[in-house]
């Protein structure tokens, strides 16, 4: 599976304790990331990251469009509840994730469901549902 993180400022550190519980799980599946909620995750438990561009620079564009190609299979977006981003493509993160039925976390407790879940195998729908193009 191509799991997508993208963490807010205040919520990086979170996501990369987050991964680092999860390492075993997450270390069998492609993981992308916005630039620094990759670099940060990826130093903290050596698990491979493609890194795009920073959220505010267009890497949530880029993940929104490797959504829309079905490129993406979970998404987990830590957002910051009480601090105004000076972009929202969250949004539209979200309304992608919608309509392509993406599985997709905003905040870690919701995030742990969605990894065990993965453990366990109830992600393999997305196979059946949005198969790869080959």
Known sequence: MNIALI??????ELMVQFCIAYSGILSKHNLCATSTTGKLVSEATGLPITRFLSG???????IGARIAYNEIDLMLLFRDPLTAQPHEPDLALLRLCDMHNVP???NAATAEVLIQGLARGDMDWRDIVNPKKR
Do not use: F, M, R, S
């Open 7 to 12: 963490a807010h400022d205040k919520k990086k």
């Open 104 to 106: 997709v976390a905003t």
């Open 56 to 62: 505010a620079h267009g890497g949530d564009q880029q």
